[in-house]
Each structure stands twice: as C-alpha cells, then as structure tokens.
C-alpha cells in the first residue's frame, strides 16, 4: 500500500489529505499543538491500517515500510513535524 499525506495547519488546527491507495481529508478542530500528530495518527488508523504501508509525507518519504504497531510513535513526531 502506498499513501501519501498532505499536511497543512489551518487557522483551526491542521488538514491532512490522504491520496494513494487510501483517500481521505481529515480536518482537526482545535487540538492542543502538542497532540496534533498523534490526534491525525490515530484518526488516520481509525480509518485504515497501514501495516506494511509506504508514507510519504508533504512529499518526503517518511517509511518504506510502516507498521502501525511498531512505528506509532515516530509516524506521529513526523506529522507533527509537518
């Protein structure tokens, strides 16, 4: 599975859309700076599971290979980083 995320902060928080083998657009309302990646992960992993998935994020490869149990963590630090 391939995915790629386009993540943009708003003046209500951050959208995020999906494209790929999975689509989707996520709008956060206000969630604290803090939590905003792991908010988008987990509504992300609500919606499909990425085991063995390729991310790319705001065109950057982010995993070759991403599991979802494993790489939770680093998953959320890159979609705060965006």
């Known amino acids: 599975m391939k995915i790629t995320l386009n993540i943009e902060r708003t ?9 790929g083998d999975y ?3 996520i709008e956060t309302t ?16 609500n919606r499909v599971y990425l ?3 390729q991310i790319i994020v705001n065109d950057a490869i982010a995993f ?10 680093a998953f959320a630090k890159l979609i705060d980083a965006a």
């Open 64 to 73: 070759e290979a991403f599991d979802a149990n494993e790489d939770f963590d």
């Open 23 to 25: 689509q989707d657009a």
């Open 11 to 19: 003046d209500r928080g951050v959208r995020v859309v999906a494209t």
């Open 30 to 45: 206000l969630v604290p700076r803090e939590r905003i990646g792991r908010f988008v992960a987990d509504l992300i992993l």
């Open 51 to 53: 085991r063995g998935a």
